[in-house]
């Protein structure tokens, strides 16, 4: 039953193949020709080239036909973007921003006292750190919904990175100027890639890395928090999964049930509130209210029942006051110097990753626009001046700017309106805290971090793409059993392979033509419905051609010639045909391929064609071939279509030509057969 089945495909193949040659040789399709580009100088391709790199966006458009005057009145509100919204601010826009800004506030003061303790620095700077930033980005920033202040990855990297070479617990002013200096050197990074338009820098950390990297990281910031959680005071230093489990284990003397009763209670009342909000979005202000309800309430419980004196460990007293001036604390010199500009900037890039994603992702749901460059230029400045003022590495936090964005904030200002409630807190407030216990920062560091935890999104990218989510599986195993350094520069590394191979190995695909039509499709893709054309290799080439590419294309191109000629004795194809019409840009290697491959092909007796050389591509053929074979009209077209019909009637010619040059031969030989039957007939009569 198979065979006659296989023998109709066949037959089926060969009728298709041949109504498509009858096709292309019956067409009368006009040919249009292939025209070099413009001339342009080396300065003006220079000159676009550098604009399309840095300046994307064009931002000095809107100068153009301006007055003097608005002209710097543009470049005032370029600079400082509060200029632009606060013309026309209103009351009614302030009493949206008020509620917004007490609101993230009460988030605020509570995660920054805990991350502070994430990043092993005094709680106090995590208040510092929620007070000047927000004050600078809402002067600085583009953002509306964007909320300033430490967050979860940067405090535990931070900490991480540091704790290395220096004890918090024996050198804590050390530890506290390193903190300082790498934050320095964040922002002098951050700032120098906003100013330098280098952006696209931070691009090669992928969604697929970010999501397996803060789920990592969410997992050991969580495993860390049952040093808080169990009450044990000898805990592992290290950041990975078994080492804070043994310790865990290894310490369960030190057990406290006092402190496991209150942890508990109070991260099943952080998670409940968070789970409501996440179910009724128009209830934010139950997750957002309730770390600092916990707080309240916790510390009320110890003060009351004298639990400290009990087993549960609180802050202790924290310094009243603004922040203190911290630029002599900086140290640009010393052992620990390499130390602090590592740190800063790991840090610099992953905070200025977070703050950039969360930010553009309230614009894209506000429909507004958020701008890169001066996003960088922002929080870069915003860390550098932070650094002077006792603060340690800031961005905008995804949790402050979801409650943010909720309670309906309007401008930056909810910014500015957080900061006035930070410096109420520094200023009067800071002996309520004394009597807080470090249990239920550990509660709150827990439930802000799991929401960076993010299972769909991994289910998304393994369905969508395989090698990605082997990326994310790498980032998030790296850094739970490595560590968070490692774990990051494991998944960049094979983010960057992953690039290397699709530099180094271009998709090539041979195409077919749909019976009828002058289309060509990929016969892979669309097997049912495509069919090759006699006598043609059609090839596309779907990348760039440059020198890390050129020997394979070389290698793969003629691999397919040998193969359609395999086992015939003749060579079956006569036109190699490359569609390049993807093969956006080309360099000096690249051009030679075209020349040894036609070298390699002529000598096979068949002929290099291209089709739709874009106008980079075509001007350096221009100089590398002018005059030669490659450059003449029939061996360039604009599509596949028109150089298949043309080079198929080429091909009807010759072969008629060579069908009448052999029967003139043949007719040739008859008449000098006949000639000696004439004359022996003669000489016999």
Known sequence: ??????????????????????????????????????????????????????????????????????????????????LEWGPTYSFKLFKSDIVSGLTIASLAIPQGISYAKLANLPPIVGLYSSFVPPLLYAVLGSSRDLAVG???????????????????????????????TSTFFAGILQASLGFLRLGFIIDFLSKATLI?????????????????????TNFTKKMALIPVLTSVFKERKEWSWQTILMGCCFLVLLLLSRHISMKKPKLFWVSAGAPLVSVILSTLIVFAVKANNHGISVIGELQKGLNPPSYNMLQFKGTHLGLAIKTGITTGIISLTEGIAVGRTFAAIKDYRVDGNKEMIAIGIMNIVGSTTSCYITTGSFSRSAVNHNAGAKTALSNIVMSVAVMVTLLFLMPLFQY??????????????????????????????????????????GVIFISVQEGLAIAVGISVFKIMLQVTRPRTVILGNIPGTDIFRDLQHYKESTATVPGFLIISIEAAINFANTTYLNERILRWVEEEDEGKKLSSVRYVIIDMTAVSTIDTTGITLFGDLRKSLLKRGVELVLVNPLSEVMEKLQKAYAGEEMMKPDALYLTVGEAVASLSISMKNQASNIYNEGWQKQQQQQQQQEKPNVNESSQSE
């Open 1 to 82: 039953m198979e065979t006659p089945t296989n023998e109709n495909n066949n037959n089926n193949g060969a009728n298709s193949t041949s109504h498509n040659m009858h096709h292309f040789m019956e067409m009368g399709m006009d040919v249009h020709k292939v025209v070099p580009p413009p001339y342009r100088s080396t300065f003006q391709k220079l000159k676009t080239k550098l604009k399309e790199t840095f300046f994307p966006d064009d931002p000095l458009h809107q100068f153009k036909g301006q007055t003097s005057k608005k002209k710097w009145i543009l470049g005032a509100q370029y600079v400082f973007p509060i």
């Open 150 to 180: 430490p967050v979860s990855i940067a405090s535990l990297i931070m900490g991480s990175m540091l704790m290395q070479e220096v004890s918090p617990s024996n050198e804590p002013v050390l530890f506290l100027q390193l903190a300082f």
């Open 212 to 232: 397996g990297f803060m789920a990592g990281a969410a997992v050991i910031v969580s495993l860390q928090q049952l040093k808080s959680l169990l009450g044990i």
């Open 436 to 477: 807080t216990p470090n249990v239920i920062l550990g509660a709150i560091i827990v439930t802000a971090v799991i929401g960076l935890i993010d299972v769909p999104a991994a289910y998304h990218i393994w369905k969508v793409d395989k090698y990605d989510f082997l990326v994310l599986v790498c980032a998030f195993f």
